[in-house]
Nanobody
Framework: QVQLVESGGGLVQPGGSLRLSCAAS????????MSWYRQAPGKQRELVAVIGTSGTIKYADSVKGRFTISRENAKNTVDLQMNMLKPEDTAVYYC?????????WGQGTQVTVSS
């Protein structure tokens, strides 16, 4: 069955860095657009970054210049490097795989930015 397993979350001070990783299995990874979303308490889930099958990348305005998404098809992984973290980046971060009509989610990993 399809599995997306996120890792790398944790507690970090403002200005710090974290690297999230998502390991995928159970489908043809290279055919799917991969994304990272996040959901803060009391807020809707929002798109953070997306990387297409050809490597096309888009970021939310709030993370441009600070976050970097990458994928490695040979390892079925997608990473999110997060630098210069701010308290407002605190959220549960979710990995997503999409190839319409299929849409898969991971269980999420908590990122907390606090001093």
């Amino acid at each position: 069955q399809v599995q997306l397993v996120e890792s790398g979350g944790g507690l970090v001070q403002p200005g710090g860095s974290l690297r999230l990783s998502c390991a995928a299995s159970g489908y043809i990874f290279a055919l799917y657009t991969m994304s990272w979303y996040r959901q803060a308490p009391g807020k809707q889930r929002e798109l953070v970054a997306v990387i297409g099958t050809s490597g096309t990348i888009k970021y939310a305005d709030s993370v441009k210049g600070r976050f970097t998404i990458s994928r490695e098809n040979a390892k079925n992984t997608v990473d999110l490097q997060m630098n210069m973290l701010k308290p407002e980046d605190t959220a549960v971060y979710y990995c997503n795989a999409n190839l319409s009509p299929n849409n898969y989610w991971g269980q999420g990993t908590q990122v907390t930015v606090s001093s």
